[in-house]
């Protein structure tokens, strides 16, 4: 059985309970590691940066400011999770841990949206987010 190492734990402490309850119940059947959670406007305004007045990919389309994430509520309301050993390149095993993670939420009676689901240029593989 997987368990969550000590920086997705760290991660977690910011993150709202029903998410975490969820990625809770994921990780016993399903490795994965948590790569974000819960981010300041600063945070927020850096990965926005990237790809357009810094070098990378972009990598969000929610600058922070007036378009604000879910990343950045108190506490977070979205995490982006990776499966373990990660390979960014292995869509795939994306889409594996987003289902696994769906039907733990279903299980739990909580709201999840994936990013996997949205479509066009925003598709979000990693990404989930509390539906309102």
């Known amino acids: 059985m997987a368990e969550f190492g000590k920086r997705s734990r760290q991660i977690l402490e910011h993150v709202h309970p029903d998410i975490v309850r969820v ?6 059947t399903f490795d994965f590691t948590v790569t974000a959670g819960r981010r300041t406007y ?3 305004k850096a990965l926005y940066d990237k790809g357009r007045t810094t070098a990378g990919p972009i990598v969000t389309w929610c600058d922070g400011l007036n378009d604000r994430s879910r990343h950045q509520s108190d506490p977070g309301e979205a995490v982006d999770l990776a499966p373990w050993p990660i390979d960014w390149n292995d869509d795939a095993r994306f889409i594996k841990l987003g289902e696994h ?3 733990c939420a279903e299980r739990l009676g ?3 949206e994936w990013g996997g689901h949205w479509r066009g240029r925003k ?3 990693p ?3 509390l539906r309102v």
């Open 42 to 44: 600063e945070e927020q």
């Open 123 to 125: 598709r979000d593989l």
């Open 110 to 112: 909580v709201r999840l």
């Open 101 to 103: 993670v769906l039907d």
């Open 23 to 28: 990625l809770t119940e994921a990780i016993k």
């Open 127 to 129: 990404h989930f987010e």
